[in-house]
Each structure stands twice: as structure tokens, then as C-alpha cells.
């Protein structure tokens, strides 16, 4: 099985609210990944996750918080967004982290910041 | 320069032809070379996964990659309309995770 599953599907918040995206991945992997991917446009990496630790931060705002709570579950804490931050937020995973090694990714949650 | 080139398209077949999506890349430590496609408003899947030179079969699906030209080629035979979607592209170096990602290929396939 090599499923990541996200929810919500959908999310439709306000600038002044707090909100939490989630994923999840049964399949022991060790590296979790978020992405943030505007239309027409690639992934673009934002937070890594390697044992459970943050190991990378590609200069994302604040108003983004990761949390991996345990090996299985990853979330991404949202604040005081703004209309900009609207995209498809990615969740993937991979065996393991620092060695090149396929990442799955998740169907992703489709954010609108009205 | 970017790390990596792919034209956008669209690219636009009719049905059962032979499809061809390239990237180019310009960095030649890079050995890890995956094509995802991605279904409109879907997460990308992963289709195919070559580490370093030589061709990858499954299925319709073969993948090319000529280290030499940093080249690298996904061919789709008997193209369905059901492959409709967009093609990335994605490269990798030797010692981190970090994946450098073409701009995608749209492909569509005419009943």
C-alpha cells in the first residue's frame, strides 16, 4: 500500500483563522514531506520531516506551523493566511530521508483564503 | 538557466499514438530521475523511477534517460484519453532528497 491520505479536501478560511491541514502514511516511512503547489506550477517544498525531527525549512512564513506528532502523521498549522497563500498543499512521504529515495505524495487539500 | 527544462504545452495527440515528453537537465550530478503525472486538481503519482542511464519499462510506459545529452524521455504507447493529465518531471543528485521539478508537460489525448 502505498497511500498518503489528506484531509480536508477542501478548506475555505478567512484571514483571521486558525485551521489544520493533515496527513497520514501507514507504509513506516521515515522522511514527510509538505509542499505548496500554485496552479500550473511544480511542487514547491516547504517543510521536511526526518525521524519525526524538522530537518528543513525553506524560508516559509510563520503563519505555516508543521508539527509531525509521531511517525505516522504530519500536520500544518494555519494563521493569519493571506489571500496569496490559496494553492494545493502537498503531503508525501519516503522511506527514507538523506538518501535520494521516491517520494509519494498525498491528493492534497485545496486552500482558499478568502 | 533553470536545473531543469520542460515544455509546458499543451501537447495534443490523437487517440492510440505514441507519446513522447522530454526534460532536459543541466547538472550532471544528478542520477534520480522519476516522471509524476497529475490529474487535474489531484495530488502527482508516481509513474516511473530510473537511477541513472537506460530505459525503465512498464506496462505502455518506457523511460529514457541519456545521461550524456541530460536528456531524459517518458514514452507512452497506445496513448488512452484516460492519460490525459500533466507530466512532471523530477530530478534528484546523489546525496539529498530535494527534488528539482520541470514546469510540466500538459498532455492531452483525443478520443
Known amino acids: 500500500d502505498t497511500e498518503v491520505t489528506q484531509t480536508p479536501k477542501h478548506l475555505v478560511m478567512g484571514m483571521t483563522n486558525k485551521k489544520s491541514l493533515k496527513c497520514e502514511q501507514h507504509m513506516g516511512h521515515r522522511a514527510m514531506y509538505w509542499y505548496k503547489q500554485k496552479a500550473k506550477k511544480p511542487p514547491e517544498l516547504m517543510f521536511v520531516?526526518?525521524?519525526?525531527?524538522?530537518?528543513i525549512n525553506e524560508s516559509v512564513p510563520s503563519r505555516f506551523s508543521p508539527e509531525c506528532p509521531n511517525s505516522s502523521l504530519l500536520n500544518l498549522h494555519l494563521h493569519a493566511l493571506q489571500p496569496e497563500d490559496s494553492a494545493l498543499y502537498l503531503c508525501?512521504?519516503?522511506?527514507?530521508?538523506?538518501?535520494?529515495?521516491?517520494?509519494?505524495f498525498g491528493p492534497g487539500t485545496r486552500l482558499t483564503v478568502l | 538557466q533553470k536545473e531543469v527544462e520542460q515544455d509546458p504545452g499543451p501537447l495534443s495527440v490523437p487517440e492510440g499514438a505514441i507519446v513522447s515528453l522530454n526534460c532536459t537537465y543541466s547538472n550532471s550530478a544528478f542520477q534520480y530521475f522519476m516522471w509524476y503525472r497529475q490529474y487535474s486538481r489531484k495530488g502527482p503519482e508516481l509513474l516511473m523511477y530510473?537511477?541513472s542511464s537506460g530505459n525503465k519499462e512498464d506496462g505502455r510506459f518506457t523511460a529514457q534517460v541519456d545521461k550524456s545529452s541530460k536528456y531524459i524521455s517518458l514514452f507512452i504507447r497506445d496513448s488512452q484519453p484516460s492519460d490525459s493529465a500533466t507530466y512532471l518531471c523530477?530530478?534528484?543528485?546523489?546525496?539529498?532528497?530535494?527534488?528539482?521539478w520541470g514546469a510540466g508537460t500538459k498532455l492531452i489525448i483525443k478520443p
Open positions: 520531516y526526518s525521524y519525526e525531527k524538522l530537518s
Open positions: 530510473t537511477y
Open positions: 523530477a530530478i534528484s543528485g546523489d546525496s539529498n532528497y530535494q527534488l528539482i
Open positions: 508525501a512521504s519516503s522511506q527514507d530521508p538523506g538518501i535520494t529515495d521516491t517520494q509519494y
